[in-house]
């Protein structure tokens, strides 16, 4: 008796101390989100129309995250509430002293490794697979594992980030290696080798991959499925070639944020299954609230992998390596 | 002191405080241990900038791609130039309008129409020839070093263009005849008078387009990468994406080479235009260009001129609006063409990020040129009239910010709008774009300014008026179309501005580009091209409305 006191007095005042913060938040008016994941404004207007909090969104891309982010904070005229991007990038905005502890009641049920953290919540997996244009390629020739990717078939047919420059693609090579997807090191070399010996054209990044396959220029990119989404009706599927790996995305709050209250709100709602099943199903993103999962043909069932963080001399000196080999 | 005295140490000033201060920024970083910190002096950054093994290759590339940009720019702006003014081709008015058209259309989206048109696997051209002549491959590759230069050249044609044609429209015909009377053909004319006389203006056009292909980011990215080719700003930009907290101030020392190509080119510049007593040709006995006629060669120079336009210009348009029907990047087709549809129209013009920016950029194209040319006269007339140590060094200076690669250059402006109360506001973007984009003004003007002889404002000043009433009363009249094609090359360029909005911009400074950009990495390539198509709407009415405009200007002063 006396613990369900405890815990219903518990509930009555986190839900009071929730009110007060709306209310507060209302009364801040606005809560700026920095980020670089792209199409979200179907959540920031959702955001607006829910909580009568006006959200906005400033897209940073993730090369000027870090210098934008710490030159205003330095000046003190740093304007996000609010910041998303690549867990590395939070966690050197982390040790600078630009974010603040905050633990969302709306992480229930998320996975234990993406809530550890007392400032940075991981909430989506930025997942990796080749796409491809299934007007174009027979659903037999289909890959269905990595090692497919090597067939000399796909000579000349296949588009990707640069593996010299782009970091998650960079990543996601290294990822392969490091999550065991092949049977030994020597087998996956053969991977990288073999897929470099297919000559794919490189873009800067992922947004230009689905664009060649769509048009029938490419017949697969190492791309991300959530275009299938993004791009529909354009004929994209995905090939489940085995265990898809990504980067997690991460999202905190600032420490001067000049709406804190409305920051609280917004990390609460950007948290909440509502958003995320936005995130998911409009903007195609492999989200870590469980049971969401975007509406995405078999990705349900697929195992995706977190992959670890390289630092930035890792990315490099991978970078240096895979120029040899691609280039 | 004497207004004119004043006026050299005010416009160094006022310029040097405007271009000086990011790129400042930008040279300490690029010494200094910590980007932004300014703490503990190192050399490393240069050492690691410049013991690339790879940085060879790319340097070779780079003179390439700029050297090739600027020759075809500024060739086909001659021809496309006197064509225009000298001649009697016919339909005078859309060669104009179709030479500047490169300058509305955001680079990327170009870029993206020329790869559809000429990619090698399912290029439209591509097929097109090969179905044709039963070709066994596809002839061209677009992701090339000559498709880049191609590319870029003709992006920057309006630059060349808006800078030649003035010159060429105000040239002393008597010159000609003299040539002609003596017997020398219409080709010898061309090439031993008008050509040579045109110096300052080729130059200035060719110099102007070097500069800016090196500072170039949209054709390296889309379509030198998919080439494996890198240039400079290319470089740089792997340079600074491979990894979270990019180096920047490596990236600065890279930079550095391309701000002391430029100042070496405009150096270079004031050497071969030294004598301008040379190119002048407004004098006060009275000028009357007249027109060459083609004769027999009319239509079928006419037709030459006319389909080399639609391939090079009008056809990327036309897969701009073809794409913005479509429901995703499609090769034309029947099933293309059934999909057709009005959604990605609908989506941009209900969607207030998008409504917002139109009116921003609008405000920026207009407000923007406007102060950007007022400065911009004022600064050409010391650079050519005044001609002192001074007055180079105003215009090195008027050159800092335009020469510095963009993928830099706007956090440099970011560092010095954070310590000031504009930050985030509109007025950053509108200071920044002029300060970035003064050569657009002063080039035009200063080629203007070459042609007008001293002995008219000598005679003003005579009969008592001071140095700001003979310019008002003498000088900008005679300036009209170098004011309107700078003007023309601002507030085009404000519209479509990139670089530094992307860095600047926050919510509610939002500008058409950044919007652009938006789509661009959402992969939404129909309402990219709808926004394009009504970016280039924007601009041709600015264009269309500042040529009536200085039109009427001119025929008021005439008579």
């Not at chain 1, 049977?183 to 010996?197: I, N, P, Q, R, T």
């Amino acid at each position: 008796m006396r613990k369900f006191m405890v815990l219903l007095l518990g509930m009555i005042f986190a839900t009071l101390s929730l009110y007060a913060d709306a209310a507060k938040a209302k009364q801040e008016g606005v809560a700026n989100l920095y980020a670089n994941i792209t199409a979200i404004e179907p959540l920031i207007e959702d955001f607006t129309t829910l909580t009568g909090v006006k959200g906005l969104y400033t897209r940073v891309s993730t090369a000027k995250y870090v210098a934008t982010v710490l030159t205003e904070h330095a000046a003190g005229k740093l304007q996000a509430d609010l910041l998303q991007g690549p867990l590395p990038v939070l966690e050197i905005l982390k040790d600078k002293g630009v974010l603040t502890p905050y633990k969302s009641p709306s992480t229930v049920g998320y996975p234990e490794w993406a809530t550890k953290d007392d400032t940075i919540v991981q909430f989506a997996i930025e997942y990796v697979a080749p796409i491809y244009n299934k007007e174009l390629v027979k659903a037999a020739d289909v890959p269905k594992r990595y090692e497919d990717l090597t067939d000399k078939k796909w000579k000349d047919k296949i588009v990707m980030p640069d593996p010299s420059s782009h970091a998650t693609t960079i990543s996601w090579l290294v990822g392969l290696k490091e999550a065991k997807i092949f049977a030994s090191d020597e087998a996956w070399m053969a991977f990288v080798k073999g897929l470099a010996a297919n000559k794919p054209m490189f873009v800067k990044s992922f947004s230009p991959t689905p664009a060649p396959v769509e048009s029938g220029e490419k017949l697969i990119a190492i791309s991300m499925p959530k275009y299938i989404i993004t791009k529909a009706p354009a004929p994209l599927a995905w090939a489940n070639v085995g265990p898809i790996l990504g980067s997690p995305r991460g999202i905190a709050i600032a420490a001067n944020a000049p709406h804190p209250n409305a920051a609280r709100l917004m990390m609460d709602y950007w948290l909440s299954k509502e958003s995320m099943n936005l995130l998911a199903n409009k903007v195609g993103e492999y989200v870590l609230a469980p049971g969401v999962y975007p509406k995405i043909e078999g990705i349900e069932k697929a195992k995706v992998i977190p992959i670890r963080e390289l630092s930035d001399e890792e990315i490099k000196e991978w970078g240096a390596t895979f120029k040899k080999i691609f280039y | 002191m004497t207004q004119k005295s004043l006026l050299t140490p005010s416009l160094i000033l006022m310029v040097g405080l405007l271009t000086i201060c990011p790129v400042f920024m930008l040279v300490l970083g690029s010494f200094m241990d910590g980007f932004g910190t300014y703490e503990g002096f190192t050399l490393s950054k240069y050492v690691t900038a410049y013991t690339d093994p790879g940085l060879k290759d790319i340097l070779f590339n780079t003179l390439i791609f700029t050297l090739g940009s600027a020759s075809v720019a500024t060739i086909l702006a001659l021809f496309l130039a006197y064509m225009n003014t000298r001649t009697n081709i016919p339909f005078k008015f859309l060669f104009k309008v179709i030479s500047i058209i490169p300058m509305m259309i955001p680079h990327i989206l170009f870029c993206v129409s020329w790869a559809l048109l000429l990619n090698p696997s399912n290029g439209i051209l591509n097929k097109l020839l090969i179905d044709i002549f039963g070709l066994s491959a596809s002839p061209f590759n677009i992701y090339s070093l000559s498709g880049m230069i191609l590319v870029e050249g003709l992006l920057d044609l309006p630059i060349a263009y808006l800078i030649i044609a003035p010159a060429m429209n105000s040239f002393d015909v008597s010159l000609e005849e003299s040539s002609k009377v003596c017997g020398a053909s219409n080709l010898q004319t061309l090439l031993r008078i008008t050509l040579p006389v045109l110096r300052p203006a080729i130059l200035a056009s060719a110099i102007l387009v070097i500069v800016r292909s090196l500072a170039s980011f949209a054709v390296p990215s889309v379509l030198g990468i998919p080439g494996r080719i890198y240039v400079l700003p290319t470089h740089i930009y792997r340079m600074i994406s491979t990894g979270f907290e990019p180096d920047y101030g490596q990236a600065s020392a890279i930079g550095m080479s391309a701000l002391a190509a430029s100042v070496v080119l405009i150096y270079l510049y004031r050497y071969l235009t030294k004598e301008s007593s040379r190119y002048v040709t407004i004098s006060g006995r009275g000028f009357k260009p007249t027109l060459i006629d083609l004769k027999t060669y009319k239509y079928p120079l006419f037709t030459v001129v006319g389909i080399l336009s639609f391939i090079l210009i009008i056809l990327p348009v036309i897969v701009l609006l073809y794409t913005s029907f479509v429901p995703y990047s499609m090769v034309p087709s029947f099933k293309a063409f059934s999909m057709m549809s009005l959604k990605h129209w609908h989506s941009v013009l209900v969607d207030p990020i998008s409504l917002l920016s139109l009116k921003n950029s609008l405000i920026l194209g207009v407000g923007g040129a406007t102060i950007g040319i007022v400065l911009s006269i004022f600064v050409a007339y010391v650079i050519v009239k005044v001609r002192t140590r001074a007055a180079g060094v105003l215009e090195s200076l008027s050159f800092l910010s335009f020469s510095f690669p963009g993928i830099v250059i706007g956090l440099g402006f970011m560092w010095v709008f954070v310590q000031t109360p504009l930050y985030g506001t509109l007025w950053t973007l509108l200071i920044g774009y002029i300060a970035t984009y003064l050569p657009y003004g002063i080039r035009p003007l200063s080629s203007a300014f070459i042609q007008i002889h001293d002995s008219l404002e000598e005679s003003s000043r005579v009969s008592g008026a001071g140095a700001l009433t003979t310019m008002r009363r003498i000088v900008i009249p005679l300036l009209i179309p170098g004011v309107v094609s700078g003007w023309i090359l601002m507030a085009t360029m404000f519209v479509r501005e990139l670089t530094l909005s992307v860095v600047l911009s926050r919510p509610g400074s939002e500008v058409l580009a950044v919007q652009i950009l938006r789509f661009s990495e959402d992969g939404m390539w129909g309402q990219l091209s709808a926004l394009g198509i009504i970016m280039i709407g924007i601009s041709s009415s600015l264009v269309i409305g500042v040529t009536f405009i200085g039109n009427k200007f001119s025929r008021i002063h005439a008579s």
